[in-house]
């Protein structure tokens, strides 16, 4: 899922963004700056499936995929207060905190099968 929000934000914003969010994207910065938010997200989660895969890399994917989930909630949670209400990024919000949730309660179950410490 990260992967594909990272080619929608990065792979054309002049084109996508404004038919998903309704912002154009026609400053040079801007289209850097979403190529760059599809970079972060295209290599986390490349990250994150090789530690799917990968016992040696399980927990820090996974702990990585929780702060980075956390991250994504508190700012959007932040938005929430001081910007309003918008229902799609407030699902977006609830479902990274699950996520988030889920993320912790592996590494709390799992940590000890893996035999890591």
């Known amino acids: 899922m990260v992967i594909m929000a990272g080619l929608v934000y990065g792979l054309n914003p002049s084109y996508v963004m404004p038919l998903t969010l309704n912002i154009e994207v026609e400053a040079l910065a801007l289209k850097h700056i979403f190529r760059a938010i599809m970079?972060?997200?295209?290599?986390?989660?490349?990250?994150?499936?090789?530690?799917?895969?990968?016992?040696?890399?399980?927990?820090s994917a996974t702990l990585s995929n929780v702060l980075f989930m956390g991250g994504i909630a508190s700012g959007r949670?932040?938005?929430?207060?001081?910007?309003?209400?918008?229902?799609?990024?407030?699902?977006a919000m609830i479902l990274e905190l699950i996520f988030m949730i889920w993320g912790f309660?592996?590494?709390?179950?799992?940590?000890?099968?893996?035999?890591?410490?």
């Open 105 to 117: 309660y592996n590494l709390k179950v799992y940590n000890s099968s893996f035999g890591l410490k």
């Open 77 to 91: 949670f932040i938005s929430l207060g001081l910007d309003g209400f918008h229902l799609n990024f407030f699902i």
């Open 39 to 59: 970079g972060i997200y295209m290599g986390l989660g490349i990250f994150w499936l090789l530690g799917a895969f990968r016992p040696t890399l399980w927990k």
